[in-house]
């Protein structure tokens, strides 16, 4: 029935039984209505409306009052369905007659649904044909009504039969042919009575299809009526009256046309962290309004959806809209995806350090490192200046500290990994402290049981999306009569109350396609623009680690250039250049397979091609290192030659020694470390230390222990290469002084090996890939990734 008056002027809203959701909203609106009602009688001390219309027709007051008309078609269906619905529209009817407000309602059969409550407060009642007495005596206390056979003819009562007359409705469904002639037309065709007296057709009258017209529409009266009052209306300029409820929000709301933002603009200046979020219903206030969240006040966000329903959507539009407002100097944001790879489209952003997956178990133990040190600095800097709050400590220190935004899609989606509960604690830390030290966190789940109760505690913003059971949803944001629409970004949000709103879509287009190529766009465009400080990426070490790839790192660069450093891998956490610094200890080299200890040694050959030092290679014959014998200045591989290097060393020591003493006669102070830190270094490699010392006689190893002991001091630098389980079994005096080594590279687990025992040794040790090894230095083994040749 609703359609037929769409376009009458007078019509402010309908409602269907498709609806759904809008009737509590529409009821909410009506209550609104009957408030502003009362103020304004208030405000001009008039309690009826027909008082305040004289007001209006005299012109004493501007705003116009008309008598509002709630009419039900088939309430017995509404009454069914949503029975505290009806109860309240009847409550209101009857609380705002004064006020101008009335109600009609239509039904087939009363019986069983016109209460005692709706009979009370109806003096008017109509009744058309009904199916029987009773019916008509529950209506009327007559039987009249069920004896009524023509169309239309109906009984009117008023009252206790103050008045009770027979009348003819009207009917307004004619076709509304105002140009027909009162000529009656001629039926031509030709029909034979048969023995009943009854009618047949014998010929059709085709005459009036000769002409060829078109059929067309014809509008029924009640249409013209609509249309020509329409018409009236726009021409008398009669403004449409505020309506009591606005129409339902929109099922797509854009976030650029909510918050127009240029973002080359917008980065130049310093603002809240405050995303808009979408439009917001306000039945009991009469508008639609957008609204953003103050995660500086708020602090942290929980938005709970069952699948399908736009959580990864939501928390695109989040990032987008602040990406537009916060340059990647004053936002960094950590995207942890545990759901569809719904966050990966935001990778692109420079505001983004990294994004996370569940299969990324090291890089997600790094970002918990990271979170975890990045909040003992923030505290401690708040701590040096006696502030609460990173606002109150920029304000004291003159400084600036990005804000950080961890997002997590899926919350649900780490259940069970090995890292739950450290990346738990880590969450619930963030919730508990990080909003005072500028970190915030926004999850999705999809029931609020994902998130424990001590986590839950510390986010104040909850927000829900449709949900499979409204009750969940209702117990998200508490108590109401509102229900979420099924449509995707439809939520509820608790502000004052329960209120019901349509979350954005982060950029302009039809389809999620669409969606997403915009903020691709959108995000490479903010890349080229920004040429200022950006997020670290959480460092990953690469698969495979290639002597290119090492040398190209920039660590790796600036560690070539210093003299006394030589690279020898990288660090897993900081993915940085682990160096070994000759001038401060000897290195052992322990490995496992002898095709180790050949490629390290040749790589530390390669890399110390460019420093000035003399190079000396203790090898064994038939070695695989024969191919860089030109690269160094000596080289020995038998007995003979391990004893005329030994003794050409010494005696380079011992020349070297004297020297000094001269050079100390003149100047006093000299130390001898600073003395050798300006003379060219002796760099002793020994390969397969084992076998090398196996071939020396007693008095050769003699001397090179007493060189690997009290060389260092005189310029003297050695680098061990042995088999780490052979080394162990050694003891003569060169073994005995490798094993004693203050920094090695190992190619074992720490548990395999009994020479070293860090402070960090662990007992449930994984195994070492290939291309793993310890760096060992103060107590301590460094994981290290190396070179796969």
């Given at each position: 029935m609703a359609n037929l008056f769409r376009n009458l002027p007078h019509l402010l809203g309908s409602i269907t039984n498709l609806d759904g959701a809008q009737s509590m909203r529409a009821l909410i609106s009506i209550n609104a209505e009957l408030k502003r009602r009362q103020r304004l009688f208030s405000e001009n001390n008039v309690n009826h409306i027909n008082q305040y219309q004289k007001l209006y027709k005299d012109g004493d007051v501007s705003e116009p009052m008309p008598h509002l008309f709630l009419i039900s078609d088939e309430f017995a269906e509404l009454k069914s369905e949503q029975p505290e619905f009806m109860k309240e529209l009847v409550s209101t009817a009857r609380i705002g007659r004064s006020l101008g407000i009335h109600l009609i309602l239509a039904t087939q059969k009363p019986s069983g649904v016109v209460d005692d409550q709706i009979w009370s407060n109806s003096k008017f009642k109509l009744a058309l044909k009904v199916a029987d007495k009773s019916d008509s005596m529950e209506m009327l206390k007559t039987p009249d009504a069920a004896e009524i056979t023509q169309p239309g003819r109906a009984y009117l009562q008023?009252?206790?039969?103050?008045?009770?007359?027979?009348?003819?409705?009207?009917?307004?469904?004619?076709?509304?042919?105002?140009?027909?002639?009162?000529?009656?037309e001629v039926d031509n065709t030709i029909y034979a009575i048969n023995d009943l007296g009854q009618y047949e057709i014998l010929s059709e009258d085709l005459s009036g299809l000769s002409d060829g017209k078109e059929v067309k529409t014809v509008p029924t009266e009640l249409d013209a009526v609509i249309d020509g009052i329409h018409a009236i209306t726009e021409e008398a300029g009669i403004a449409p009256l505020p309506r009591p409820w606005l129409p339902p929000l929109a099922e797509r709301v854009y976030l650029p046309e909510l918050d127009t933002v240029d973002y080359k603009t917008a980065w130049q200046e310093k603002s809240e962290l405050e995303p808009m979020l979408g439009i917001a219903d306000i039945p009991s206030m009469q508008a639609q309004e957008s609204f953003r969240i103050n995660l500086s006040k708020d602090g942290h966000i929980a938005l709970y959806s069952s699948p399908g329903y736009g959580k990864s959507t939501f928390l695109q539009s989040?990032?987008?809209?602040?990406?537009?407002?916060?340059?990647?100097e004053r936002l960094h944001a950590y995207l942890l995806d545990f759901g569809t790879n719904g966050l990966l489209p935001l990778r692109g952003l420079p505001h983004v350090a990294d994004t996370m997956n569940i299969d990324e178990e090291e890089k997600?133990?790094?970002?918990?490192?990271?979170?975890?040190?990045?909040?003992?600095?923030?505290?401690?800097?708040?701590?040096n200046f006696a502030v609460a709050s990173l606002e109150m400590y920029e304000k004291a220190?003159?400084?600036?500290?990005?804000?950080?935004?961890?997002?997590?899609?899926?919350?649900?989606?780490?259940?069970?990994?090995?890292?739950?509960?450290?990346?738990?604690?880590?969450?619930?830390?963030?919730a508990r402290e990080g909003a005072g030290i500028g970190m915030h966190l926004i999850v999705t789940a999809g029931r609020q049981a994902s998130l424990k109760a001590n986590l839950q505690s510390?986010?104040?913003?909850?927000?829900?999306?449709?949900?499979?059971?409204?009750?969940?949803?209702?117990?998200?944001?508490?108590?109401?009569?509102?229900?979420?629409?099924?449509?995707?970004?439809?939520?509820?949000i608790k502000f004052d109350e329960p209120t019901i709103f349509q979350s954005a879509l982060p950029t302009m287009g039809e389809g999620t396609l669409e969606i997403i190529e915009g903020i691709q766009?959108?995000?490479?465009?903010?890349?080229?623009?920004?040429?200022?400080?950006?997020?670290?990426?959480?460092?990953?070490?690469?698969?495979v680690l290639t002597l290119s790839d090492f040398k190209a790192m920039p660590s790796v660069k600036r560690d070539i250039q210093i003299p006394e450093l030589i690279p020898v891998g990288i660090d897993f956490e900081q993915v940085e250049s682990v160096s070994w610094n000759y001038r401060r200890n000897n290195l052992l080299f322990g490995y496992a397979k002898q095709q180790e200890g050949e490629e390290f040694a040749s790589q530390i050959i390669d890399f110390v091609q460019e420093k000035t030092m003399i190079k000396v290679l203790f090898d064994i014959e038939n070695s695989g290192l024969y191919t860089k014998y030109e690269q160094v200045n000596a080289v020995a591989t038998n007995k003979e030659e391990y004893s005329d290097l030994i003794e050409v060393i010494k005696e380079k020591i011992e020349e070297r020694t004297t020297d000094f003493n001269k050079y100390k006669e003149e100047n006093e102070a000299i130390r001898l470390a600073d003395y050798y830190q300006e003379i060219e270094p002796i760099f002793i490699i020994i390969h397969s230390v084992s076998k090398v010392t196996a071939n020396m006689d007693s008095k050769a190893l003699q001397y090179m222990a007493q060189i690997m002991t009290e060389g260092h001091s005189q310029g003297v630098i050695v680098l061990a290469i042995n088999d780490i389980f052979e080394l162990a079994k050694?003891?003569?005096?060169?073994?005995?002084?490798?094993?004693?080594?203050?920094?090695?590279?190992?190619?074992?687990?720490?548990?395999?090996?009994?020479?070293?025992?860090?402070?960090?040794?662990?007992y449930k040790e994984e195994p070492l890939a290939s291309d793993e090894s310890y760096y060992i230095m103060d107590n301590y083994g460094h994981k290290i990734k190396q070179v796969r040749q």
């Open positions: 008023v009252g206790n039969n103050e008045i009770y007359e027979l009348f003819q409705s009207a009917w307004s469904g004619a076709d509304y042919l105002p140009d027909q002639s009162d000529q009656e989040i990032l987008m809209g602040l990406a537009r407002q916060h340059n990647p997600i133990g790094k970002f918990m490192r990271r979170m975890m040190t990045e909040m003992k600095r923030r505290k401690k800097l708040l701590s220190s003159g400084e600036e500290e990005p804000r950080i935004l961890v997002m997590v899609d899926g919350f649900e989606g780490f259940k069970n990994a090995k890292f739950e509960s450290d990346l738990e604690l880590v969450f619930n830390q963030i510390n986010i104040k913003v909850q927000i829900a999306l449709k949900m499979i059971d409204d009750n969940e949803a209702r117990g998200i944001v508490g108590r109401t009569t509102l229900s979420i629409e099924d449509m995707q970004g439809r939520g509820m766009k959108e995000a490479k465009e903010m890349d080229e623009a920004w040429d200022g400080e950006r997020p670290l990426p959480i460092p990953m070490v690469p698969d050694g003891y003569d005096d060169v073994s005995k002084v490798v094993k004693t080594f203050e920094e090695a590279v190992i190619k074992v687990r720490m548990n395999d090996q009994n020479i070293f025992s860090p402070n960090n040794k662990n």
